[in-house]
């Protein structure tokens, strides 16, 4: 039953990317590559560095992430420059692979048990990286569909009327703005904890909570800020509403399970953007992709192999003591408290 399981998720992904690029490709019928290479070169250079440093913006706020889950864990002693590296990696394989041997479990836990985290402190970090995200994501689309509560309209060709109606989106805006404000005064007021299974999940400290909703938000504002700055000025529709698409996109990507939301990102946000010449768009979109994952990617993917190759040469020389001070796992401390032993953690993301 387990085996089955396993390939549930990556079936699901399969299927999505087919259909997605089924649909994009009706979409997008009738454009040349001379078009969108044409839309490559009508985007400034300034814009082109604007993207870029939108890029270091995201993937710094990343990082951030990490140290934040650090921070709450007590960890002391291990240095921004790796921290960065790691979480860079991590993000870097996962937004483009997904659910696979590359997760963001796996690699976090490569990296960081070579510091002398234990399996459960791991698991508390992948697990608060992760809500953080989808803290920064209730945060930002709530304000979006609150303020432009006809945004989800664009969508209309995909979403049931219902859903694509502005009082459904002030409904879904205010309930996501609403379970951000419980877990602020969750936070703030130290509720009781909620036990899940075999997680036990604590508000964090204030100090750590006003953290979380600076990076999450700040990860999101550089990622939209890619496709921003890559679209063509003539006729753009402004950053919020790049913002409110992008996340819809993204979240519809990330749910998809497709490697990379491939075909679902780009069928999603081309459909939002009908005021805007499909070529332009489809340009943006493949300098995002290019900025925010491909590029990553392959540095990703030479920083773990060069880890993996002094992690080879450091067993033949011998064990050595981690330089990180790491507290023990907290059993009543604030957070999140997992039940997992270490195969638990690899397969865990």
Request: glycine share 8%.
């Amino acid at each position: 039953m387990k085996k089955i399981r396993d390939f549930i998720w990556p079936a699901i992904g399969l299927v999505a990317v087919v259909v997605s690029v089924y649909l994009l490709w009706h979409l997008l019928k009738g454009l040349s590559f001379a078009d969108v290479e044409a839309s490559l070169r009508a985007i400034p250079p300034h814009r082109y560095l604007l993207a870029i440093a939108s890029t270091l913006v995201a993937y710094a706020a990343l990082a951030w992430y990490d140290r934040i889950a650090l921070l709450h864990l007590g960890v002391k002693g291990i240095s921004w420059l790796f921290v960065s590296v790691c979480s860079f990696t991590t993000y870097a394989l996962s937004h483009n692979i997904g659910a696979s041997v590359f997760s963001g479990a796996v690699v976090r836990y490569r990296a960081y048990s070579s510091k002398g985290l234990s399996a459960p402190q791991i698991a508390v970090l992948v697990a608060l990286c992760s809500f953080t995200f989808g803290l920064g994501t209730a945060l930002l689309g709530g304000a979006v569909l609150v303020l432009k509560p006809d945004l989800l309209e664009r969508l209309k060709d995909l979403l049931p009327p219902m859903l694509a109606s502005p009082t459904t989106a002030r409904i879904i805006g205010a309930a996501l703005l609403a379970f951000v404000a419980l877990y602020v005064v969750g936070s703030i007021l130290h509720f009781r904890p909620l036990t899940i299974r075999a997680f036990k999940i604590e508000y964090p400290r204030p100090r750590i909570m006003v953290r979380q909703l600076v990076a999450a938000p700040l990860e999101l504002l550089g990622a939209a800020g890619i496709i921003y700055f890559a679209l063509p000025e003539a006729g753009n529709p402004g950053f919020l509403v790049v913002l409110a698409v992008f996340l819809a996109s993204f979240s519809v990507a990330l749910v998809s399970h497709a490697p990379g939301g491939l075909g679902v990102f780009e069928l999603v946000f081309i459909t939002a953007m009908p005021d805007l010449p499909k070529t332009d768009v489809l340009a943006a979109v493949l300098i995002f992709r290019l900025f925010y994952l491909l590029l990553p990617f392959a540095m990703a993917i030479v920083v773990v192999l060069l880890f993996e190759r002094g992690r080879l040469a450091a067993a033949l020389r011998g064990p050595v003591e981690s330089p990180a001070t790491v507290p023990p796992p907290p059993i009543d401390g604030p957070g999140i408290t997992p039940k997992l032993d270490a195969a638990q953690v690899r397969k865990a993301g």
